[in-house]
């Protein structure tokens, strides 16, 4: 009988068919480029399958890849799972638990009164809130190390993941006070395309979204730096590394001295999404994501724009006029 792969090299390969890069995995990872590199080629050699075509420019799935890739993330989600939903039931002696994803100040002020609503409906339900860094836009879901979490868009679609905005916010430009640009009441990207920038740590859908590519036109990113975190994004500033675009609540949550946070004029909205694995849906999600759209309605995040039932491109759309 051939040896199954271990778990921990078919992360690996999730990683790399994901990113298409090894040097993004990688870093995803936190492991060298080179050992990635030996453990995927043990792999193909333990499947007797060549999973992905390399060249000097590019990787892609071959067609043994593309099934790999898919049940993958069908078993890793349900190792995942298995192995949260027994520690949860121990722990909770019965009640039923939930584990929140988020990224830096999640839903804003809507967070607070999100889970302080749920708790009240649903009191026996175990809540934990789990914080990720910039690798993960899905902020858990797609590990089912998480049963439904706060994401800010834009993500790829995916078959197993729902979601619905909540609203949307204006990005701003965060800069060292001590740059000219701290003191400007508005700026445009045109105003900023030649500073250099401080990048995500993030697949390259997701970096270039808050790097404005597609409001640059024809100019290039600078990069000063790539970061993980918000924390880390705001040393690199403070250090004079670069600046960069992030959603205007931020300023509230993470504002420090020798920071300025300059609106930017034209620049598309940040959308804030409540979303979930639809393959694996329980009632707690449920109850949670109805308790999120029932708040979101209310406008309760300064700047923001409601975005509950309405589609996301036409909130974005409006909101940029």
């Not at 804003?108 to 889970?115: C, G, K, S």
Request: hydrophobic share 45%.
């Amino acid at each position: 009988m051939t040896d199954a792969p271990e778990l921990r090299v078919l992360r690996y390969f999730v990683a790399v068919a994901e990113e298409l890069h090894f040097g993004r995995a990688a870093a995803r990872l936190h492991i060298s480029q080179p050992s990635l590199s030996v453990q995927i080629r043990k792999l193909e050699h333990t499947l007797g399958a060549q999973l992905l075509e390399r060249t000097s420019r590019r990787v892609e799935l071959t067609p043994a890849g593309v099934v790999l890739l898919e049940e993958a993330h069908r078993l890793l989600v349900g190792v995942e799972r298995l192995t949260a939903a027994t520690r949860r039931a121990a722990a909770d002696g019965g009640g039923g638990s939930l584990v929140v994803g988020f990224q830096a100040n999640a839903a804003a002020e809507l967070t607070p009164r999100i889970l302080a609503a749920f708790q009240a409906r649903c009191p026996r339900v175990q809540l934990e809130m789990r914080s990720h860094d910039f690798a993960d836009p899905y902020v858990g879901l797609s590990t089912g190390s998480v049963d439904v979490a706060f994401i800010r868009p834009p993500v790829l679609v995916q078959s197993w993941l729902s979601m619905e905005t909540l609203f949307v916010e204006p990005r701003v430009l965060v800069t060292s006070s001590e740059s000219p640009l701290a003191t400007r009441d508005r700026v445009s990207v045109e105003d900023v395309v030649d500073q250099p920038f401080v990048g995500r740590r993030a697949p390259e859908y997701w970096r270039d979204f808050w790097l404005a590519v597609d409001s640059r036109g024809p100019h290039t990113v600078r990069l000063g730096a790539e970061v993980a975190s918000v924390d880390e994004c705001f040393e690199a500033i403070l250090s004079r590394r670069g600046v960069a675009f992030t959603q205007a609540s931020t300023q509230r949550y993470y504002d420090r001295p020798g920071l300025a946070f300059v609106p930017v004029a034209g620049l598309p909205p940040s959308p804030v999404a409540i979303a979930w694995r639809n393959d694996m849906e329980a009632q707690p999600v449920r109850d949670f994501v109805d308790t999120a759209r029932a708040l979101a309605s209310l406008d309760l995040v300064p700047s923001a724009t409601p975005a509950v039932g309405t589609p996301l491109a036409a909130t974005i759309a409006a909101v940029a006029r």
